[in-house]
């Protein structure tokens, strides 16, 4: 009856379905495959898979250009088979996406096979995300993002915070179960603020000890239990640089896998002019300071590898497009040009 029910279930979502738009459609398959553990292991034996290794995804590079390859369930079954695994590799797969023809996407970790025999078998390599981000096909990213954070949620909450015991993640790995407390969890994203402050006629960028030689950013921090996103904004421009905002605005968010799926909220954020002495804090920033219209402009056509000097030091260069901060400044720099003389 189970069976019956599911089926014609099915049959009845499949017709609303085909009332409403391509996006919908897809997004109700998802959904289904997610609630539906058996409509799940169906969909894993014709969909396509994403593979990682140790949380670096693997890339195919064919010129100059890099390449994210979509393997085949029957691919995915020759190598497991080839490595004298069994197929129950696959249900360690997670799911992350479906395309319009309801072609659904999993991500697979082969963590413990042997790195270098995979990628010689395949005629590839398993690529640093943060580097694999930048090297990719714009469309590619978001995708390589989401299928790394959840492998990486996964891994990390195998036990139940509250009894200790195992937790059991469903098919498409959209939640996990401790059945000893009953408790479900499900992945989180930690919100963080981005922010771009400027005074009217400049813009300021700061630079962390961990970020690159020569790259400055907007400003960011996670945001405090309790808080909102104005709140945060106001809170960390006074810790960082000692600024009071005295209005913002939010502009757009992107999902960053960094350092554990954040939700990156960026916003721009105004100071008064008279008022905008920097008085950093150098428990966070190594450098923070003012930069001007022409200044932002020059450091946004250069490359990291171009900014280094003669002398060993480094021109200012900004982050590059596929992150948000670099939209900001973008932004600002429209803002600043569209204004009347």
């Given at each position: ?8 279930h099915r ?24 609630e539906?553990d ?5 969909a ?14 693997f ?15 029957a ?7 080839e ?11 997670v799911?992350?996406?479906?395309s ?8 697979l ?6 790195k ?5 078998e ?10 694999a ?10 995708l ?16 139940c915070?509250?009894?200790g ?29 981005i ?14 000890p961990s970020?690159p030689?020569g ?9 405090d239990?309790g ?6 904004v106001h ?12 209005s ?5 968010s ?17 100071v ?16 923070a ?24 030091s ?16 973008c932004?600002?720099?429209k ?5 009347p003389?």
């Amino acid at each position: 009856m189970a069976a019956i029910y599911q089926a014609a279930h099915r049959r009845a979502s499949s017709l609303m379905c085909k009332l409403h738009s391509t996006y919908v459609r897809k997004m109700r398959y998802l959904n289904e495959l997610k609630e539906d553990d058996s409509l799940c292991r169906q969909a894993q034996t014709s969909g396509t898979f994403y593979l990682f290794h140790n949380l670096s995804p693997f890339l195919q590079k064919v010129g100059e250009k890099y390449f994210v390859p979509q393997l085949s369930a029957a691919e995915m079954k020759r190598i497991l088979e080839e490595f004298k695994e069994t197929e129950q590799w696959i249900e360690k797969s997670v799911l992350i996406g479906c395309s319009d023809e309801h072609i659904p996407h999993f991500a697979l970790d082969l963590g413990a096979l042997e790195k270098s025999v995979i990628e010689s078998e395949l005629k590839g390599s398993f690529t640093n995300l943060r580097k694999a981000l930048f090297v990719v096909d714009g469309k590619d990213s978001p995708l390589l993002a989401s299928a790394q954070s959840l492998l990486q949620w996964h891994d990390s909450h195998q036990y139940c915070s509250k009894t200790g015991q195992p937790t059991q993640r469903n098919v498409a790995g959209s939640k996990r179960v401790c059945h000893a407390s009953g408790i479900t969890y499900y992945p989180q994203m930690s919100p963080v603020i981005i922010t771009l402050v400027s005074d009217g006629s400049r813009c300021l960028l700061a630079r962390q000890p961990s970020f690159p030689q020569g790259m400055y950013s907007a400003l960011s921090g996670f945001c405090d239990m309790g808080e909102n996103v104005e709140e945060t904004v106001h809170r960390e421009v006074a810790e960082e640089v000692g600024l009071e905002v005295e209005s913002l605005w939010y502009s757009a968010s992107q999902h960053w896998p960094f350092p554990s799926s954040c939700l990156m909220i960026a916003c721009h954020a105004t100071v008064r002019a008279q008022q905008a002495e920097i008085s950093m804090n150098r428990l966070e920033l190594e450098e923070a300071r003012w930069f001007g219209l022409e200044e932002i402009v020059e450091g946004l056509k250069r490359e990291p590898r171009s900014s280094k000097q003669d002398d060993g030091s480094f021109l200012p260069w900004f982050p590059p497009k596929q992150a948000i901060a670099h939209e900001l400044i973008c932004e600002w720099v429209k803002q600043q040009t569209s204004q009347p003389a």
